[in-house]
């Protein structure tokens, strides 16, 4: 059953959250990390990404890139910009997004559970990735970026959350995004221990965010272990900073797909061919948006097109019947010659929160055609993680994104 626990959180002092708050590492390329950073001095986007502070011929994974982020990472908590609780607790944290909330726990979950498959993923992890995390949360001893988990809905955390909601925040600030982020202390040893209880009744929880940072925490975890044979059962490095949100507040965006060229085929060729596995729609000029499962829209020079995948394709196979499975299996393998789209530098991913705007800019700049994608679901998710399988890459899309640095981790 699912082992959460309270922890002994590193925060920003009261009153700069706002200025130390930071999206997650991976969504920025170099350069654009490099920008995000000029004149914010705060900003933990200097530690997760410290080579931004460094020259750019010093390469990111250099062992001064990671000694940077330490140095910055004391000298903040010297100055008195972090402070450490003296107490365990959980917190809630709210982001509110076009007027659509999601409030998840502030936590940490075990390792053991996402090693025996309490806790399960959906999705494969990249070793270059991994090697990075790895090495920035072992130098800075400390997680920083939550991983995003989620349960089925629970009717008691549920009360319990709305009861907290009413209490005056601990910080309260809209973000450059206009993202509103709240969130509260939960220092209450019967609630603490309630909220415990609840989850322990859990015997599944998804990663649905954050693969990556999950594996890293798990490996540096097993490092730690043979660093310490005579480690205690509790100590902090079984346990790894997560956020555990309700499936019912959960917004899932397309992920959408952009292809170079059109693998030595005229236009022609490529839509007669799309047009055995896939009915298709008049040409128009207005951007289609996907509204039901098994559409894709098409953008094709200049023009739009409506793609539905024909009832022959679908298997009952979770992950086969994924319309992202349709459209790698039925039309980027075999007619674009995608064959590894996590390798292939012809295609290229968007997150939905672009909007349809940014697959029209791709198509006039460095790319032949463009698949707009209906969001895979929640319940297409957990499907697959209860059957132990994996989705295609870029299957989900998850916004708003969990800011870094307002809750840290130490692991000892």
Excluded at 210 to 224: D, I, M, T
Excluded at 395 to 403: A, I, N, Q, V
């Amino acid at each position: 059953m699912a082992d959460i626990r309270p922890f002994r959180a590193i925060r920003p002092k009261n009153g700069l959250e706002k200025d130390v708050a930071a999206l997650p590492y991976d969504v920025y390329n170099r350069q654009e990390a490099k920008e995000a950073v000029k004149g914010k001095e705060l900003s933990f986007l200097r530690i997760d990404r410290a080579e931004t502070l460094l020259p750019d011929e010093i390469d990111t994974y250099d062992d001064a890139v990671y000694e940077k982020a330490k140095s910055l990472y004391l000298k903040m908590r010297e100055e008195g910009i972090y402070i450490q609780e003296e107490e365990p607790a959980f917190y809630l944290y709210e982001l509110t997004m076009n007027g659509r909330s999601q409030t998840g726990i502030v936590a940490c979950a075990s390792v053991d559970d996402y090693e025996n498959g309490v806790i399960k993923k959906h999705e494969n992890t990249r070793a270059d990735k991994e090697a990075d995390r790895i090495r920035h949360v072992d130098t800075l001893n400390a997680q920083t970026g939550p991983i995003f988990l989620a349960y089925r809905y629970d009717n008691v955390l549920g009360s319990i959350k709305n009861q907290i909601r009413e209490r005056v925040p601990l910080f309260d600030f809209y973000s450059e995004d206009n993202i509103r982020h709240r969130g509260w202390k939960i220092d209450d040893l019967s609630v603490i221990t309630f909220i415990q209880n609840q989850f322990r009744q859990m015997d599944r929880i998804y990663i649905a965010d954050g693969h990556h940072r999950c594996a890293s925490a798990v490996k540096v975890s097993k490092k730690r272990r043979e660093q310490y044979p005579d480690y205690a059962p509790d100590a902090q490095f079984h346990y790894f900073l997560a956020v555990l949100f309700s499936d019912d507040e959960l917004c899932v965006y397309d992920y959408n797909r952009v292809v170079k060229d059109l693998n030595g085929l005229t236009a022609e060729q490529f839509l007669d061919r799309i047009s055995e596995h896939f009915a298709v729609s008049q040409a128009q000029t207005v951007p289609f948006k996907p509204q039901e499962k098994g559409t894709f829209g098409m953008l094709l020079d200049g023009e739009w097109y409506c793609l539905k995948a024909k009832e022959s394709l679908y298997t009952g196979d979770c992950v086969k019947d994924l319309d992202v499975s349709l459209l790698q299996d039925y039309l980027l393998a075999p007619i674009l010659g995608i064959g590894d789209p996590k390798t292939d530098k012809r295609i290229d991913f968007v997150g939905g929160i672009r909007g349809l705007k940014e697959l029209e800019r791709r198509c006039h700049t460095d790319c032949r055609v463009a698949f707009s994608m209906y969001p895979t679901s929640m319940a297409e998710l957990f499907a697959v993680a209860d059957a132990g399988r994996l989705m295609p890459p870029k299957s989900t899309w998850f916004e708003p994104k969990l800011r870094s640095g307002l809750f840290i981790h130490e692991l000892q």
